[in-house]
């Protein structure tokens, strides 16, 4: 298969990540079947759709027949087998959980046609741990986007051990396609490259803040005005949701049994009161 022969992508999940992902390659003229267990995650996604195409278009962004066309490719469903049935490429954005991954992989592999690549964007979850429930390994990775998707220009593309360099090529060259820049890892290693990074400071904010050194505002201030991130640390759990990062920790933990890879006590408490950030309307800010 060459990237010329997608021509429809099958998204699974309908929530941060997932929709921007559907739109931003329905933006690039691909076809694109979002799907979601959640029929409320589904209606959320096409309405910001819809919303955000034409806020767009008023501010001159994108012309109106652009928008037009990126409606028309797109589509929601709640049945896996629709959207997936006839899908060249797979992009799951579904929970960090390992078991529930494994268990779409395996449905997936039944469902798609042969030649479709099966990529998963987890974060963390490096892709050899759910290529083996399918048939087809070569033609498993990561495509990790960042959020959001459809401002971040970066996507990790990870090779495992059972990548093919076909597979690995094709999702470089997707990339472009959707308008994003591709990194190719040659090897898996927990975390990819930039969350690694984000990983050490993290684990080093949040001991900050369990020692009552400094609050998550006054550290966040400090790494915007002294290190020129554009946003601090706390803003940017924030953003992408405390129980994404409280499931990672969690993940890491059950895999190493380390205590040091357990969650903060303070994530673990944001956790239990359901303060996950923006998509809950409270974290470390307020966002009513």
């Not at 033609?139 to 093919?164: D, I, R, W, Y």
């Not at 999702?171 to 969350?195: A, D, H, P, Q, S």
């Amino acid at each position: 298969m060459k990237v010329e022969d997608i021509k429809k992508i099958c998204v699974i999940g309908a929530g941060n990540m997932g929709h921007q992902i559907s739109l931003s390659a329905a933006l690039a003229g691909f076809k694109v079947s979002c799907t979601d267990i959640s029929q409320e995650m589904l209606d959320k996604a096409q309405a910001f759709a819809g919303s955000y195409l034409a806020e767009r278009v008023k501010k001159g962004k994108l012309n109106q027949e652009l928008a037009d066309q990126a409606l028309a490719n797109l589509s929601f469903t709640n049945s896996l087998e629709q959207a997936a049935g006839d899908a060249d490429y797979v992009i799951e954005a579904a929970v960090e959980k390992i078991d529930i991954k494994r268990r779409l992989f395996a449905d997936l592999d039944r469902i798609t046609p042969p030649h479709a690549i099966l990529a998963t964007n987890s974060s963390f979850i490096v892709s050899s741990k759910v290529a083996d429930a399918t048939t087809r390994p070569d033609k498993v990775c990561n495509m990790h986007f960042f959020n959001p998707a459809l401002v971040m220009k970066l996507v990790e593309v990870v090779q495992g051990p059972h990548t093919s360099a076909e597979t690995a090529q094709i999702t470089m060259e997707l990339c472009e396609k959707i308008g994003k820049i591709g990194v190719l890892l040659k090897k898996e290693i927990y975390g990819f490259l930039v969350n690694r990074i984000l990983a050490a400071i993290s684990k080093e904010v949040y001991y900050l803040v369990d020692m009552g050194i400094a609050t998550p505002e006054e550290i966040d201030t400090a790494v915007v005005n002294a290190l020129g991130h554009p946003m601090g640390p706390f803003r940017l759990q924030d953003l992408t949701g405390i129980d994404l990062g409280y499931y990672v920790a969690m993940e890491r933990y059950q895999e190493t049994g380390n205590p040091n890879d357990k969650p903060s006590p303070l994530m673990v408490e944001k956790f239990v009161k359901g303060e996950w950030g923006k998509k809950t309307g409270k974290g470390f800010y307020s966002y009513e």
